[in-house]
């Protein structure tokens, strides 16, 4: 494991680890086995959070995705032999009108049921390098047949605009409100050699600006790849505090509401300390697990106040035995955990990959390799 961190402490964190050797049967086992032995490359300028990761010739994932495909009813004909070396999925910085009221109106009363109207311009995206045009155009147009063969008359599909001259498609579902939105649209278009989908037509547009730009993904050539150099996986973030991605995370964040056993821990802080006002940390303690065989702490460890108006998380706040734990209470102060791991994380990149390493010599056996990691916290300054 090695560290660095700029002399006068602004740079960047970062790390790097290397766990060797890769034993037959782990989880690190089972990883190495899905990504098989290509490379990627990755710009590291990007606004939102953003994953590639390279799919080798022998990668798992490519042998389970065709058996998926064969074992599902009407598309078992499917082919997905021209897949390329890369996919990509990831979420803009960015939010439409529409999902920004959506944002402040869950902010405020707290996070509900989610239904498909949620996905509606969601600026999710994916991409897929293609190894075969004329084969990915062919898988397309089976798809196209088995969904109106499915569901004729409810899918709606063809060419809605370009981006710089690159035509991109709208598949529809779902009624019209009238003023052409649907339910859920998904766009997609063939840039170069790439497959790039999207559920925003503003993310395919950058999809498509990135892709003229040289800023998607790359496959590394052969000779690398075989000599081990550079990632396999790669997780890029930069994200705005307070920003539309912030927003979200922060709405996931809450969105299950506190558990069972965190709602419990309010309760019984209060029974105690309202029990034995006035007593002492300790006391407390001791009282909580003579009574109640558990000791009551806030999710960070933190013993629970008691005010006059109730028992006080030192984080966040007020707090009720009956609260579901909402977005109020995770971003009622400055110190909050989310707040801090957010500017801490806000702009992060991480790359993984499976190393060869020497093999020593006259060993029988295969040479040895490692899971190696590097993790940048923070903004390179330029």
């Known amino acids: 494991i090695r560290l660095a961190l700029a002399a006068d402490g602004h740079g960047p964190l970062v790390s790097d680890v290397r766990v060797l050797p890769i034993i037959t049967g782990t989880d690190y086992a089972d990883i190495l086995h899905t990504v098989g032995h290509a490379r ?7 606004s939102g959070l953003r994953t590639a990761i390279a799919l080798g010739p022998d990668a798992r994932i490519r042998q389970e995705l065709a058996r998926t495909l064969r074992e599902l009813p009407l598309v078992g004909s499917l082919k997905v032999d021209w897949l390329g070396d890369w996919a990509l999925v990831g979420m803009d910085d960015t939010a439409t009108p529409a999902s920004r009221e959506a944002m402040r109106r869950e902010a405020a009363a707290g996070a509900g049921a989610r239904s498909l109207g949620d996905l509606v311009e969601l600026p999710i995206y994916a991409g897929i390098e293609v190894r075969n ?13 088995v969904l109106e063969q499915a569901a004729p008359g409810a899918i709606k599909w063809g060419e809605v605009g ?3 001259d690159v035509p991109f498609v709208a598949v529809r579902a779902g009624s019209s409100d009238g003023e052409g939105r649907h339910d859920v ?3 997609y278009s063939f840039c170069k050699s790439a497959l790039l989908l999207s559920l925003s037509e503003s993310s395919l547009r950058h999809r498509i600006d990135d892709c003229l730009d040289g800023r998607q993904p790359r496959a590394r050539s052969t000779k690398a790849a075989a000599a081990g150099e550079g990632p396999q996986w790669i997780l890029d973030m930069d994200m705005r505090e307070r920003g539309p991605l912030w927003w979200r995370l922060a709405l996931l964040a809450a ?8 709602r419990w821990s309010v309760a019984s802080a209060e029974a105690v300390l309202r029990g034995a006002p006035g007593s002492s940390a ?23 106040l008691l005010a006059d108006d109730g028992v006080h998380d030192p984080l966040r706040g007020l707090r009720r035995g009956t609260d579901k734990g909402g977005l109020g209470d995770l971003l009622a102060s400055e110190e909050s955990p989310f707040v801090r791991l957010g500017r801490l994380i806000g702009q992060a990149r991480s ?10 010599a006259g060993a029988a056996s295969p040479a040895p390799r490692s899971l190696h990691i590097k993790l940048r916290l923070g903004a390179e300054r330029h």
């Open 40 to 46: 990627v490359e990755l710009d590291g300028r990007g």
């Open 133 to 145: 045009m004329t084969a990915a155009v062919a898988f397309l147009a089976g798809a196209r047949a």
């Open 162 to 164: 370009r981006e710089r």
């Open 185 to 187: 649209s998904l766009y």
């Open 255 to 262: 969105s299950g509401g506190a558990s069972l056993d965190q």
């Open 282 to 304: 300790p006391v407390v303690r001791m009282l909580a697990r003579d009574t109640l065989g558990a000791i009551p702490v806030t999710p960070e460890g933190y013993a629970y």
């Open 351 to 360: 790359e993984v990959a499976f190393d060869d390493e020497a093999k020593a």
